[in-house]
Every structure is written in C-alpha cells, then in structure tokens.
C-alpha cells in the first residue's frame, strides 16, 4: 500500500489556503508485478507516526496561523471582490463606452440629417427672403407710382376745381357797370348777384359755375349790342320836355326833345359822356354841347326812322377827353398845357421849379459877373501891346485906364515899383488868391442844383409808383388806360428833374469854360508884364 500526500487548497473570499496534505497509501492490490520490494516496518510505522503527529499538531498550528489567514482571506476576498467591481465596472464602462460611441454615431447621423435639412430649410429661407424683397420692391414701386397717381389725381382735382371761376372773374363784368351808361342797372346787377351765390354754392361743380358765368357774359353782351330808342320825358336842366331818347349799347346814349326852345330856336339835345370822378369814371347828360355836335344829333334822330345807316356822335373809347371836347370844346394854350403838366407832377414839382429858378438866376448873376469882370476895355489891349513891344512908360500911361480882372493884374505889377520879379510874383500871387475863389464862386451851386433836380424828379415817380401800385390794389389791373395814365403821370417828376437838369448843367459847364478862360487871360498878362519887366532890366544891366 502507497500512502501519497498533496498539498490541499481552499479559498476563502477567493484566496486559496493550503488546509492539509493528502496522503495516498498504495495498497498491495495496486501493486504490478514489477512493484518494488517492501518496506521495512520500521519505515512503515515511522511514516504512519509522522502522519499522525502532523495530524494532531496541524489544528495547532492552524489555530496560532487562523488570525493573520483570516485577515489575509478578507483582504483577499476584498482584493477579489474589488475586482470584480473593477471587472463589471470595466464591462459598465465598456458597454457604456459603446452605448456613448453608438449614441455618437446616431447624434453624428442625426446632425448630417439635420444639417441636410438645415441647409435645404436655409436655400428655401433664402428663396424667401430674395422672394421677399423683391416683393417689398414691388410694394415700393406700386407705392411711389400709387403716391404718383395720387399726385397727379391731386393735380388733376387742383386744376379741375381751379377751372371754378371766383368771384374775381365777375370783375370785368362788373367793370362795364362802372364805366359803361348806367341802363338797366339793377338787372344786370341781379344776374351777377345770382351768379355769385352758384359760386358759393357749388363749388365742386366748375362745369355749373362756367355756364352761369358765360349766360352773365353773353346778358352784358347782349345788353352792349342793344339799340334801343323810347318816347318819354325828357328832363334838361330845371325843365322838362317831350323828345326821343336813343341808346347804343353800353356806350352811348343821346336824347333830343321834339319842340324847340322858345329862347334859342334850337331843339334842347343832350348825351350821356363820362367824366373824371375821384375813383372811377362816370357817366352824366351833358346839355353844354358844340353847335357841331347838337346839329349832329339833330341829324341822327331824323335819319333814325328812315334810313338804315346813322351817324352819331359816338365816343367809343368813353374817354372823358374826348368826351369834354364833344360836350364843350375849348382851345388850349400852352400856358394850359404847362399848368397841367404841374399840376400832374405833384408836391415835388415846387422844389424842381425852385431849383430850376434859383440855378438860373445864379447863372445869370455869375453870367453878369464874369462878363462885366472879363472887359478890360481898350486900354487893356493897349498895355498888352506896349508890354510886348517893350514901351513901359506907354503901358503904365495905358493902364490906368484898364478895367476888369486884368487890368488890375497889369495895374498891380505896373503901378507899383517891386525890388525884383519875386516881390512882383508874390504881389501877383496874392492877387489871385484872392481873385480866382471870385471868379470860381457860384458854378458849384449851378451843378448841385442840376445834380439834384433829377434826384427829385426820381423821387417823385417813386411816390408815383407807389400810389399806381395802390390804386392796382384797389382796382386791379384790368384797365390799361388806369395803368397808363397813372404810370405817366409819375414819369412826369422824372421829365421835370431832366428838364431842369440839362440846361443848368449845359450853362455851368458854359461859365466854368468862361471862367477858366478869364483866369488863363489874367495868368498870360501877369507872365507878359514880369517878363516885360525884369527881362528889360536884365538886358539894361548886362548892356
């Protein structure tokens, strides 16, 4: 029998522990026939005592090593067991590590998913936002042209409603009332009258107020186109008389009793003619006729029945002159003519003509002057010539009798004896010092006053212009004639200012040049009688 011992193992908490040994005997019936001779007993029982001493003695041995194997089984089981945790805690890791790549891969499909539909949402957001400016230029343009449209409506209504007449348009109308003959006043003032409420009334309706205004216009038309004669009383002056009264119009009207007036023999006879009024014309039976023209009518009221041409004495232009000549015409003179030309100057024509009067009397004055201060008389010329041909004692007898300014240049070099030609220059000197300012005194007055005429004269068509722009206001601009005669009317300053003007400039510049002509004779004489003088001295000296 074999007895065989192994080392035997157990673990506690995964550690393995060596327990016992495991002896194995070898039992006779195991033997082969080769098996090896037997073992002594003594060997025998030697080996069975060792077995069983290590038998009893290992629990003792167990019991002194069971506190540092228990520690060392927990450790180990501890060792284990964190390895395991390790082990699953890999595999969590592991497998997390998986569901993070698989969850990567499924964000990174889902980000390509997303970024496919981010960039075709993006190209339709682009088409939109493309498509949508080109709407808002649209809406833009469709603007501007529907801002235009109404412009152009705006426009178009302005220009439609500015098509409604005002009440301004009646002015012409009413303009012939005022400068016409007053006939049928009161109907002509009613269709104007009614015409003006349209205008109130109806102002969005042009079309309405231009036919009320054209039926107004073609009424005053056809009241200017009438002819109209009557029967009836006629009054002429304090009396009253039976006659025919003929109206042509708007123009003209005339009247002729049928009985001739005991006193005269002549038939009473009267026409209707404007007269100047304080703001507009006006009309008036004017009875003071021209033999001429009361033959005239006498002639137009026997023709008026029988004959299909009349003439007539007709002021078409309903000119109050022409009206004052075929009421009463009188002849004017210039002196007429020059008072009226005064009187339409104005306030400023007194200082004109002041001017113009003061300029020529101070001419006239200096005229005088300078004539009577020029004349030298004989003597003076015979002084020139003694001096020129070296006779001194003929020249000093001469020139006592010299007058003027220059013989008392010659007097004052001759008469006295000077110690040398510049005692005599001073002499001469002084002389006209106190001559010239003489001779030049008054021609600057002539020229402020023909510098100054022209001023005024432009003043006043300034203040003429102003009160023509006045009476525009007031009346408009619808008369020519107003507008003429007020513009001439202040021109007529301006006319004065240069009338006064030319003549006193041409006369100043007349006496300055005879002035100037006077001091050039006394300058040529002084140098004739120095050099006359000292020039014979000198040569007696040399000689």
Request: charged share 25%; proline share 3%; glycine share 8%.
């Amino acid at each position: 029998m074999k007895i065989g011992i192994r080392n035997s193992e157990f673990g506690i908490g995964g550690e393995r522990l060596p327990l016992a040994r495991t002896v194995s005997l070898a039992t006779p019936s195991s033997r082969g026939s080769d098996a090896a001779p037997a073992t002594p007993r003594f060997i025998r029982w030697s080996v069975l005592f060792f077995v069983a001493a290590t038998v009893l003695l290992a629990p003792a041995a167990f019991a002194q090593q069971a506190p540092a194997d228990i520690d060392a089984v927990k450790k180990r089981a501890e060792l284990n067991s964190a390895k395991a945790d390790l082990e699953e805690a890999r595999k969590k890791r592991d497998m997390a590590v998986a569901a993070r790549w698989k969850d990567r891969e499924t964000a990174n499909q889902e980000r390509e998913l997303f970024n496919e539909k981010y960039n075709e949402s993006k190209e339709k957001v682009d088409a939109l936002m493309s498509e949508r400016a080109r709407l808002f230029e649209d809406v833009r343009v469709a603007r501007e042209d529907l801002a235009q449209v109404k412009l152009q409506a705006e426009k178009a209504r302005a220009e439609f409603l500015s098509l409604a007449a005002g009440p301004e348009r009646l002015e012409a109308l009413a303009k012939f009332q005022e400068q016409g003959i007053p006939f049928k006043i009161s109907e002509r003032v009613e269709v104007q009258n009614k015409v003006k409420k349209e205008m109130g009334l109806y102002k969005d309706d042009p079309v309405r107020i231009a036919k009320g205004l054209f039926d107004a216009a073609r009424a005053e038309m056809d009241f200017t186109r009438e002819i109209q004669m009557e029967q009836g009383e006629l009054v002429f002056g304090r009396s009253v008389a039976q006659g025919m009264r003929l109206r042509m119009g708007g123009l003209y009207a005339m009247e002729l009793a049928d009985a001739a007036d005991g006193l005269t023999g002549i038939k009473p006879s009267a026409l209707m003619l404007p007269v100047a009024g304080e703001k507009k014309r006006s009309f008036s039976w004017q009875e003071n006729l021209t033999p001429e023209t009361r033959k005239e009518i006498e002639a137009a009221f026997a023709h008026a029945k029988d004959s299909a041409f009349v003439n007539v004495p007709v002021d078409v232009l309903l000119s109050t002159e022409l009206s004052s000549e075929l009421a009463n015409h009188q002849e004017t003179t210039w002196k007429d003519d020059l008072m009226e030309f005064f009187r339409n100057g104005g306030i400023l024509m007194y200082p004109i003509v002041t001017l113009f009067g003061l300029g020529l009397l101070v001419a006239l004055w200096r005229f005088l002057w300078l004539l009577i201060a020029g004349f030298g008389g004989l003597s003076t010329g015979r002084t020139l010539k003694a001096l020129r041909k070296g006779d001194l004692e003929t020249a000093r007898a001469q020139v006592k009798r010299a007058h003027g300014k220059v013989g008392r240049v010659l007097k004052t070099v001759l008469l006295k004896d000077y110690s040398g030609r510049e005692a005599g220059e001073k002499a001469l000197e002084e002389l006209f010092a106190r001559e010239v300012p003489k001779i030049e005194s008054g021609l600057t007055w002539i020229s402020v006053f023909a510098a100054t005429a022209p001023l005024l004269g432009l003043l006043g068509t300034v203040m003429g212009m102003i009160e023509l722009f006045d009476v525009i206001t007031m009346h408009g601009t619808s008369d020519p004639k107003l507008l003429a005669g007020g513009i001439s009317i202040a021109l007529v300053t301006t006319e004065a200012g240069l009338i006064v003007a030319i003549p006193l400039q041409l006369i100043h510049t007349f006496l300055t040049n005879r002035a100037d002509s006077l001091r050039s004779r006394m300058e040529s004489a002084g140098l004739a009688v120095l050099n006359a003088l000292w020039v014979k001295e000198k040569s007696q000296e040399n000689a």
